[in-house]
């Protein structure tokens, strides 16, 4: 009787380390993989050395040398943008203060 239990409890220890070991060896693995960044990506330490030729209009998106975007900059800087009709204005306004109202009031129907 003895003999049984201790070949069980011995098969029982044996399978908890193989187990254990399993488990601890094929999450390592994946992990490893999983940390390993695309091979299409460049480095940051490239990225940060690299000097920055062109850029976008702030306006429309389309791409400008770095003479261009200083111009557009400074235009930007002096011209001051467009103001909107005053009606225009006070149609915003009201439309956020009903957005308002409608948060603390959601029962009200105006």
């Known amino acids: 009787m003895r003999r049984v239990k201790t070949k069980k409890s011995i098969k029982?220890?044996?399978?908890?380390?193989?187990?254990?070991?399993?488990?601890?060896?094929?999450?390592?693995?994946?992990s490893a993989a999983i940390a390993l960044p695309p091979p299409e990506d460049t480095p940051e330490e490239i990225l940060r050395t690299k000097i920055i030729i062109e850029a976008r209009s702030p306006i429309d998106g389309r791409f400008l040398t770095a003479a261009e975007y200083v111009q557009l900059q400074a235009q930007l800087q002096e011209v001051p943008p467009p103001k909107l009709d005053p009606k225009i204005r006070e149609?915003?306004?009201l439309l956020r203060l009903r957005k308002t109202l409608f948060q603390f009031f959601p029962f009200l129907k105006f």
């Open 12 to 30: 029982l220890l044996c399978l908890i380390i193989i187990s254990t070991t399993l488990i601890a060896l094929s999450s390592y693995w994946r």
């Open 91 to 93: 149609q915003i306004f």
